[in-house]
């Protein structure tokens, strides 16, 4: 255990004097917090736009001559005016009696038709445009537009009151709801986010830990720390390190992002809760099982970054453990819509993956207490597993120099050394 601490206690120096630990963990909590008071810095700039806006309207009749301009050709005489400037409160209709003429028009971009419709009939246009962007929605409301010349044309013919048919159309239905289980749909946003999160940390800080380990053996360090403390110290040295420090950093740049939001929340509206408000049993079961799955892969990473003299040879290696990790991810992630299923419900066990399948069930699904507990006792079991053999793959691979050492070999220089 002493040797351990004093592994531990270097490890956490290196990370916490390290400049680009502590300028990333800055820089990353300064733009979580810049995020959060865009809306407030946008309202302002806003404000005073519309100030200004308003002490320079009615100085010409520039608003007059920037209209747009949509063509229009065939039955206009189904067109009421008064909705159709409902409908296109900033648009000028120019009448046509030729479609070809339109066209023309249209085709010209000099002109100002931007557009144009060919009335058929009630239920028949069609639109005509040059240059369609993304974001054209008129023949969407022109659609509309024509479903209320259909509505009026039936209270004509039927004798019947206008208004009193669209205060019964347009009538509010009250609905009360009360979500007595789990809501998957507002659950799933931030359940998204937090599969992502914990991917991304795995990944980042594991690689890390790798690192280290591949780069202590190619500067032969390591000879000295394997003579003067165990290889297992030195391995569990290194991962707890690198759990604490991503802890604290990730927990450093939450609290800047939750506060911030608080300073911020009526600027962002209820848009933004779905992402935010985690239940706090969600929340529990995330720390548990993402702290677990790092802890696991970071003990697979620790070992296989012994097996590599180079640091260029690290990514092959660790190569196999980052395919097991995407393929976790992308499977739990193209299952979220289905957490009940039986493809997450195994993955929720299986150490590799309960880091993430768990606490997206607990999140949208049922889950009885006594899974999270065999789950949680799975992983954890498996943690100490790994852990203890990646210690010994350590203690056998630190130095043995030259080409990489083969994951399949170390295992079986493992089984010859019992």
Known sequence: M?????????????????KSFIISTILLCILSAGIMFAPRVIDSFKSNSDSDVE????????????????????????????????????????????????????????????????????????????????????????????????????????????????????????MHEEVLGKDSSSNYWYCYILVIIIFMLIIMYGMQVASSVTNEKSNRSIEILVTSTSTTAVLFGKVFASVISSIFQVGLIGLSLLGSYQVNKDYWGDGIAMFLDIPSDVLITFAVFGIGGFILYAFLYGALGALVSKIEDLNKTAGTAQMVIMIVYFVVLINLTNVDGVIIKVCSFLPISSYSAMFARVAMGSVATWEIVLSAVILYASVILVGFIGGKIFRNSTLRYGNPIKISNALKGLRKSK
């Open 2 to 18: 002493k040797k351990f601490l004093t592994v531990l206690r270097f490890e956490l120096d290196n990370y916490f004097k390290s």
């Open 55 to 174: 002490k320079a309207d009615g100085v010409d009749g520039a608003d007059e001559d920037e209209k747009v301009k949509l063509g229009l050709f065939g039955q206009t005489h189904l067109i009421t005016p008064e909705y159709a400037k409902i409908y296109f409160p900033d648009v000028e209709f120019v009448l046509y009696s030729d479609v070809e003429d339109m066209k023309k028009d249209i085709m010209k971009e000099d002109d100002g038709i931007e557009a144009g419709f060919f009335v058929n009939g009630y239920v028949d246009f069609t639109y005509y445009v040059n240059n369609k962007s993304m974001f054209d929605s008129n023949a969407e409301t022109f659609s509309e537009l024509m479903l209320m010349v259909n509505k009026l044309d039936y209270c004509w013919r039927n004798g019947i009151d206008i208004e009193d048919f669209l205060e019964v159309e347009n009538r509010e239905i009250t």
